[in-house]
């Protein structure tokens, strides 16, 4: 257990379909980051929120959208997606925007079919 | 572009081998390397490394990082089934105070008893 908590652990949805990812740390961390881990891939950054506010967008498509309505919990709201967006989606946070290590989320497997 | 690249991509051993793992990395305004776990979902940290030639340890594990060859290596010692994971490195780059981390694509050891 890293302190770092993701629900759905697995998700499986259609493309017209609306969900959401949801992460939350009660680590007292001011940073949270959502990261998708692709087969065969590294790890991408997706976004970077710090204090609430989003300081990072990775070029992401729009299909996703990212909401943190406090320090503690992070979503990221899905919609209309494609099969290829098929991925382990990983939440992590740290402790500030020094130099801290990031403790990651077991993720959530999504299959979009 | 940042980018990290480890090697070897996958390798098997046998309990009782010692292993070495390899980063190299390019990354503009190098701030820190990170090496993490990966056995199932959530990656775990293992070691941060910031100075050239200090070894960081932590019982079997150990690692240095040269940062005028822009490389770390990742020492495991009298493997363990245990030691079966994905090894993920990570550099951190200085960009205005972001926390993003670049992966590598990671390194598969499988550990046969």
């Known amino acids: 257990e890293t302190g770092v908590t993701q629900t759905p652990r697995h998700l499986v949805m259609g493309m017209t379909n609306k969900k959401s990812l949801k992460c939350e740390q009660h680590?007292?961390?001011?940073?949270m980051y959502w990261y998708k881990q692709s087969a065969k891939k590294p790890l991408e950054l997706m976004f970077v929120?710090?204090?609430?506010?989003?300081?990072e967008n990775n070029s992401v498509p729009s299909r996703f959208s990212p909401e943190c309505p406090n320090s503690s919990h992070l979503f990221l709201h899905l919609h209309t997606l494609q099969p290829e967006d098929s991925a382990l989606y990983l939440c992590?946070?740290?402790?500030?925007?020094?130099?801290?290590?990031?403790?990651f989320g077991q993720g959530t497997r999504l299959t979009v079919v | 572009e940042d980018k990290v690249v480890q090697s070897p991509l996958s390798l098997v051993v046998h309990e009782g081998d010692t292993v070495t793992l390899n980063c190299s990395y390019e990354?503009?305004?190098?701030?820190?390397l990170l090496w993490y776990k990966q056995e199932k979902k959530a990656p775990t940290f293992l070691f941060m490394l910031?100075?050239?030639?200090i070894e960081k340890k932590s019982g079997r594990l150990s690692s240095i990082l040269d940062k005028k060859e822009l490389f770390s290596i990742l020492n495991i010692t009298a493997t363990q089934t245990g030691d079966s994971a994905i090894y993920l490195c990570?550099?951190?780059?200085?960009?205005?105070?972001?926390?993003?981390?670049?992966f590598g694509k990671g390194t598969k050891l499988t550990v046969n008893p």
């Open positions: 992590a946070s740290s402790l500030n925007r020094g130099l801290s290590e990031a403790f």
């Open positions: 680590l007292g961390h001011n940073a």
């Open positions: 929120y710090s204090l609430e506010e989003r300081v």
């Open positions: 990354v503009t305004n190098f701030r820190s």
């Open positions: 910031t100075s050239s030639g």
């Open positions: 990570a550099v951190q780059p200085t960009q205005g105070g972001s926390e993003k981390l670049v």
